[in-house]
């Protein structure tokens, strides 16, 4: 039982780490892509579309890396106010992260649902590129669902193990640990 749970351990680890990779590669095409931008104009060029592919890429690397940000503690969290409540942080953790998965897994059906109305009406782009839109929303899609994943694994772990899996600094009241 212990082996399976650490392969489980390791894929999801490593399903949070290629998200946040994947993310990490959209903010370089961002660079190719402003770059690119920059040649075309001094050589009185134009690269029609380019700033809306730049969007889709920064909506991308924003969606890919939540799940591996959740993990590292870069997301807000309510750490003050969990460190105040005592012998009942524990519960106060079990229920932000229930809420959290609720509204997360939301949100992931909710963006599978909008890439589906967006494929079905054939909805595109209104800048120069006629994007079908289902295309960067996709990346939306992936995100959310990779974020809700996360919040699933941390409310297991913290309701059934006793902690959650989030990397980070411990603010108390007294200060930072």
């Known amino acids: 039982m212990a082996q399976s749970r650490g392969g489980v351990r390791r894929f999801l680890d490593g399903l949070y780490f290629t998200g946040g990779m994947i993310g990490a590669g959209f903010l370089l095409l961002i660079l190719l892509i402003i770059v690119a931008q920059m040649v075309a104009r001094w050589t009185g060029h134009v ?68 890439i589906q109305v967006s494929h079905m009406i054939n909805d595109i782009s209104q800048g120069q590129d006629a994007t079908p839109l289902w295309i960067p929303q996709i990346a939306m899609g992936i995100g959310t669902t990779l974020l809700f994943i996360a919040f699933v694994d941390n409310l297991y772990r913290i309701t059934i193990i006793g902690e959650h899996g989030i990397e980070a600094e411990k603010v108390t009241a007294a200060g930072v640990e």
Do not use: D
């Open 47 to 114: 690269l029609p579309g380019s700033t809306a592919y730049a969007g889709y890429c920064m909506a991308a690397a924003s969606f890919f890396s939540l799940a591996y940000a959740l993990n590292h503690g870069a997301h807000i969290r309510v750490t003050l106010l969990l460190s105040k409540m005592g012998r009942w942080q524990r519960l106060g953790e079990v229920w932000c992260f229930a809420v959290a998965t609720f509204f997360s897994g939301y949100f992931a059906w909710f963006a599978w649902k909008n």
